[in-house]
């Protein structure tokens, strides 16, 4: 009996109602979800002349690169692709190299002035000067309108920092030692038992860093002066977010807005890396955080 | 072996660092050193920074080039977002890394107000004098113009100039003619004729779902004429109260809430993006929305591509307290200059400006270059492809402009007879029409730090009022606790005084 045996396959999957529920809940979840993304990425492959807003549709009425080749032959967004990666593949290096060699000398308790050190990082994370001092003090070392200005001031931070030190403390010290016995000095420690056991943080910091930098709007805004720097998002923004003064009233002029299915695409495009790196990765995300986390 | 390895990292990631530090500083040195002989014919050179409107212009493209030649002048424009000018110009200030020159579009914004009674800008009402030296300020600016740039009688800005008409009630003249709907002069019969509108099935799709007046928000402006909100209004303490807590402004939303509950307006107006309005329109599912005038031209074209014949016509729609016309100030912000530059070079850049003043700039401005940005069909400049993507609002960022009543009339693209006809249709508007007092004149330090705290709520409440979320009688009570607070009040009699200085300039 068909019946029958569909029962006891649900028995013996020991699938219960409450799990149905769940089920049923979460694909809702999902399919809310997604359904933006969707959204985006149909939009963005739409002709531009068969677009109608607030009319909605999971698939384009007539498929077209149209806004793809649109963007990818404009300057600007080659431009602001060039300055993203760069400060997305420098910035993460540099924000790895450190956040783990200060996060390994903070794990020594033993260092001298380590709780001095322990409370200026911790002091960072209670206490924010804001963006006006920080713009002053980018400006007057010379960074204005220079990539570095945004690699350099948040070469690590306190959470990172705490975070990092608190999994390398739970490394235990017998390695280190056999290690100094077989004729290692600190730094041979580091690169050789330290790293190669730090794997999973490393991975799970460099997406974070690396998220971080691809990001990067507010501090790029402020800091660059130069259009053809302007990195991925702040363009984006540009293009996306309506101006400020629209239309009259505000006695002013209009901002040229390109369709929405230009803007949809320049969306689908600053997500795609992210979105295609990100499963690979995040195995390694969830592990490494939780690493730090156990140990408090 | 170790230690080796130590250092080559070391001096790796030094050298990685150093190259990496030089090849992102080198663009931003420039060779400052002129040579003493040529000096009198060498460019002026200055920085600017201006707010950007479109894609970031290349200074070496054609209509740049131009520009900088015919001014003679090598311009560093620093160009920020106009939707984050306001915040990046605020850090600029306030830190002290005022470019030499500022084109600030928002003339009463309070850091700009700070930073003039801060001595950050040239005073330059002694240079202006009696503009004898200055023949294109003199005769190519707006009414008043330098009464708009003017902290307690002393001139700190030349203008930006742009028309004063600018904005109109479209609405679709095919299908007023479909229905044999003479063009509706009053705002009832723009009503009624809206009603018409919506009841007929003018798309064919079989169902009725025609916008009448569509917005993205609630369409304060220009309808704001007809119910007396930019009248001066007093209150008891002699206060001059701002637009949107006059007893007009709740006039005109009680009439929106009416032509809401009509159905004449789009369900979901409050969540309807600008860039999706514009869609809307120009792809004929609304009869009537309120834009520049000069857009007719592009949009019936584009309308043309679905539905033929379409024809749009601005309404001078007579209210219950006037003509529902509002116009510009002429100044649509202003260039100051900073204190830091030198006397002399002060002169020269207002001589500058005054030449970005004269005709031949403005045109170019306008137009750009002859058959490189527009072509002469007829007697009238019709920009090219490259005239549209090199001439626009970003291009006409860094000169004065001399003053066109027209401006924003005339589309660029449009015949002369196209661009004549819409002369006719809103000439009117420039006789009758209301500036709003608010918008760019009048100064109240304590309305710039009072008002942010009540915006949003004041948006949300006058939307909810329109769309009957709440009673008209909780927005009145709501506006009466917002004119009775004392930091509005103190700032109303600011606003009397500085409405007060404004007329005896």
């Known amino acids: ?296 | 072996m170790n230690s080796k390895w130590v250092k080559n990292f070391s001096i790796s990631m030094s050298v990685f660092m150093l190259t990496g530090m030089l090849s992102g500083c080198n663009s931003s040195k420039s060779v400052s050193g002129t040579n003493e002989k040529d000096k009198s014919n060498a460019p002026l050179e200055f920085k600017m920074v201006a707010a950007l409107y479109s894609d970031p212009p290349s200074l070496s493209d054609p209509f740049w080039t131009e520009w900088q030649k015919k001014t003679n002048t090598k311009l560093d424009m620093e160009w920020i977002p106009s939707a984050d000018f306001q915040t990046k110009y605020s850090l600029m200030l306030n830190s002290g890394n005022i470019p030499e020159v500022s084109a600030v579009p928002d003339l009463r914004s309070p850091t700009l107000i700070t930073g003039i009674q801060n001595g950050a800008f040239w005073d330059i009402t002694g240079f202006l004098g009696d503009l004898s030296e200055y023949p294109n300020f003199k005769k190519n600016l707006a009414p008043d113009a330098f009464k708009y740039l003017s902290l307690d009688k002393k001139i700190y800005a030349v203008p930006r100039s742009r028309s004063r008409m600018d904005g109109g009630i479209k609405i679709r003249q095919d299908w007023l003619d479909k229905l044999n709907i003479p063009a509706p002069k009053t705002l009832d019969e723009y009503e009624a004729a809206l009603k018409k509108i919506v009841s007929s099935d003018l798309d064919g799709n079989g169902k009725k779902d025609t916008i009448g007046l569509l917005s993205s928000s609630v369409p304060t402006g220009m309808f704001d004429a007809a119910f007396g909100a930019l009248d001066p209004y007093n209150n008891a303490e002699g206060g001059l109260v701002e637009t949107r807590l006059t007893p007009g402004y709740t006039d005109m939303i009680e009439w929106f809430r009416k032509l809401y509950s009509e159905g004449l307006m789009a369900k979901e107006f409050a969540s309807i993006k600008d860039t999706q309005a514009i869609e809307l329109f120009t792809t004929g599912t609304a009869a009537s929305y309120t834009r520049s005038i000069w857009w007719d031209y592009e949009w019936e074209k584009t309308l043309n591509k679905t539905q033929p014949g379409a024809k749009l016509v601005n309404l001078t729609l007579q209210g219950p307290k006037g003509p529902a016309v509002e116009l510009n100030t002429g100044v649509a912000g202003g260039y100051y200059i900073s204190k830091k530059v030198p006397e002399e070079k002060v002169k020269k850049i207002l001589k500058y400006f005054d030449q970005t003043a004269s005709t031949e700039l403005n045109d170019l401005g306008y137009y750009g270059i002859k058959d490189v940005h527009y072509k002469e069909v007829d007697g009238a400049k019709i920009l090219t492809a490259q005239g549209i993507k090199e001439v626009n609002v970003t291009s006409k960022g860094a000169g004065v402009l001399a003053y066109s009543k027209w401006g924003k009339v005339w589309s660029a693209s449009a015949p002369k007879a196209y661009n004549d006809a819409k002369e006719k249709e809103v000439g009117i508007y420039d006789e009758v029409g209301k500036i709003n007092l608010f918008n760019n004149t009048l100064i109240s330090t304590t309305w710039g730090q009072t008002w942010p705290k009540f915006d949003d709520e004041f948006t949300a409440m006058q939307t909810k009022a329109v769309v009957g979320q709440i009673s008209m009688a909780e927005f009145k009570t709501y506006v009466k606790k917002l004119n009775d607070n004392p930091d509005l009040q103190k700032a109303f009699k600011e606003f009397a005084q500085s409405y007060k200085d404004f007329l005896s300039k």
């Open chain 1, 1 to 296: 009996m068909k019946g029958g045996d569909l029962l006891s396959f649900y028995k013996a999957r020991h699938l219960t109602i409450g799990d149905y529920i769940n089920y049923t809940l979460l694909i809702i979840v999902s399919l809310i979800c997604i359904f933006p993304f969707i959204y985006v990425f149909s939009m963005s492959f739409t002709a531009p002349e068969v677009y109608v807003p607030l009319k909605f549709s999971l698939l384009p009425a007539k498929w077209s690169l149209e806004s793809y080749k649109f963007i990818l032959s404009s300057n600007s967004f080659i431009n602001s692709l060039n300055s993203t990666l760069f400060i997305t593949v420098v910035g993460t290096c540099l924000n790895l190299v450190f956040t783990f060699t200060a996060a390994y000398g903070l794990s020594k308790k033993a260092m001298p002035g380590h709780s001095l050190f322990m409370k200026a990082v911790v002091f960072t994370l209670v206490f924010n000067a804001g963006i006006l001092p920080a713009y002053i003090l980018v400006k007057n070392v010379g960074l204005l309108n220079s990539l570095w200005s945004l690699i350099i001031p948040g070469l690590t931070n306190a959470w990172s920092l705490i975070v990092v030190k608190s999994f390398m403390e739970s490394i235990p010290p017998e390695l280190e030692e056999s290690a100094r016995i077989d004729g290692c000095n600190e730094i041979g420690v580091f690169f050789r038992i330290i790293i190669p056991l730090s794997k999973a943080s490393l991975a799970a910091f460099a997406l974070f860093f690396a998220v971080g930098h691809w990001n990067t709007y507010f501090n790029a805004m402020i800091y660059l002066t130069d259009t053809k720097k302007w990195t991925l998002q702040v363009l984006i923004k540009s293009m996306i977010i309506d101006s400020g003064s629209v239309g009259f009233g505000g006695g002013g002029d209009e901002t040229i807005l390109p369709q929405e299915t230009i803007k949809m695409a320049a969306i689908i495009l600053s997500i795609l890396p992210i979105l295609v790196v990100y499963p690979f990765v995040q195995k390694y995300f969830a592990q490494g955080v939780m690493i730090g986390a156990i140990k408090g």
